[in-house]
């Protein structure tokens, strides 16, 4: 385990010693945050409807049919 260590500190010692690397270290998440952001940020606005789900309930039994009830009433669609 010391040596694990020892390699973790000595690693982390050259990263921030060479500003280059931690820049990079820094400035990558944060840019491939931006550009996922920019990608899919308008998600919530636009929406997604009308897409038809099939839901097949091949055992017939009642909790089978009360979960077909759930997924068929407008509760579930208002909250979706």
């Known amino acids: 385990m010391k040596k694990i260590l020892n390699i973790a500190?000595?690693?982390?010692l050259i990263t921030l010693s060479d500003p280059a690397a931690l820049i990079l270290t820094i400035a990558?998440?944060?840019a491939l945050t931006l550009v996922m952001i920019f990608a899919f940020g308008n998600v919530n606005n636009s929406g997604i409807s009308g897409i038809p789900v099939a839901v097949v309930n091949l055992d017939e039994g009642e909790f089978g049919q009360?979960?077909?009830d759930v997924f068929e009433s407008e509760d579930l669609a208002?909250?979706?």
Request: net charge neutral; glycine share 0%; hydrophobic share 55%.
């Open 9 to 12: 500190w000595k690693d982390l």
């Open 28 to 30: 990558t998440p944060f």
């Open 66 to 68: 009360k979960l077909v």
């Open 78 to 80: 208002d909250l979706i």
